[in-house]
């Protein structure tokens, strides 16, 4: 039997170090593994993308993602700033505007394209294992192209008086970059935990609505942040007005410190708190000590289970199981 650890049809061994390429030198032989080994890995990292429900989803993150920069933003334009004395911004306001918005597009979109409408939130979903890489791609180039449309819309329909900054988020001139830096992370952290914990199916005491519950933790995050750095938590709504008006100052900051707020969360959430028990007993299937006390990888003939590698887990077993899952099949979560 074939175990999935074959790379390709071209390559009869099972292991790429034993592939007939290998007995060639070194220049000519590094070209041909890629070519035979490296076809299986992009097929199953490409699995389910050409599907009808994937592109649902993917235009599922693109509409939600545009109607909800345009309400976000559109909470930020101040329209007393023509008068001679127009009032501050109403930080309430505009958080309560983020926060019920991302609650409303995840209780519209959440059993369609799992409702990341976060570049974010879906990078935690890969190094998860919960998404593909290259289904997280379209996600994220969908979500950035919403977020534009959104901003576009928003932006032609206002009038050139009132538009101010246009809500684009920058990094308070009283600290440094690195301060805001960590604040992004912080409350993107904030976030993500907040969305592995309410969307996880290993709990039995959840009850309410989980899209209101990420919808608070949004609000939360600018009632805090929004003095600070604007409170992005999200490089897509960041990315938006910041494309429209040309003004990148700073920007760098709305991407790294979400993503790794995010990464950080999904880690110690997924990996540390509340880790999935189905996992480690695949790998004690997978993975067997050996009478020197090394760990070796099993045959697919003497277990019960396919895959021969973690990679093959992953992609193939990790996908099936995910709780995460929609109507359509897809590996996705809330918001």
Not at 260 to 275: D, Q, V
């Amino acid at each position: 039997m074939q175990s999935q650890g074959t790379m390709c049809g071209s390559c009869s061994s099972d292991r790429p170090a034993l592939c007939s390429a290998s007995a060639l030198t070194l220049p000519a032989a590094f070209p041909r593994f890629l070519s035979r080994c490296n076809c299986q890995s992009i097929m199953v990292a490409f699995k389910g993308v050409w599907t009808k429900g994937f592109w649902r989803a993917v235009s599922g993150e693109y509409l939600a993602t545009l109607i909800f920069v345009l309400l976000g933003l559109g909470s930020t334009i101040n329209w007393a700033a023509g008068e001679e004395k127009p009032p501050p911004a109403d930080l309430v306001l505009i958080s309560l505007c983020f926060g019920l918005s991302i609650a409303t597009m995840v209780q519209c979109f959440g059993h369609i394209s799992g409702g990341h409408i976060n570049p974010a939130v879906t990078v935690a979903m890969v190094v998860t294992r919960k998404l593909s890489l290259a289904k997280a791609v379209f996600y994220v180039v969908a979500q950035c192209l919403g977020a534009i449309t959104g901003a576009g819309i928003l932006y032609l329909v206002t009038p050139a008086a009132v538009r101010g900054s246009f809500g684009v988020t920058t990094v308070n001139s009283n600290i440094s970059v690195g301060h805001g830096l960590l604040v992004e992370l912080l409350i993107t952290f904030e976030l993500v935990f907040t969305i592995f914990a309410t969307c996880d199916p290993k709990r039995t005491d959840l009850g309410g609505s989980a899209s209101l519950s990420i919808g608070f933790a949004v609000a939360i995050g600018h009632l805090f942040a929004i003095p600070y750095t604007g409170a992005s938590m999200n490089p897509a709504r960041s990315f938006a007005p910041a494309l429209v008006t040309l003004n990148f100052e700073n920007h760098w900051v709305y991407w790294v410190g979400p993503i790794l707020g995010a990464i950080l969360a999904a880690g110690l959430y997924e990996y540390l708190y509340c880790p999935d028990p189905e996992m480690k007993k695949r790998l004690k299937q997978v993975f067997q000590k050996d009478p020197s006390g090394k760990y070796r990888e099993v045959e697919a003939d003497d277990i019960a289970i396919k895959p021969r590698s973690i990679h093959s887990i992953d992609l193939e077993k990790a996908e099936k199981k995910d709780p995460f899952k929609d109507s359509t099949g897809e590996v996705l979560s809330s918001v």
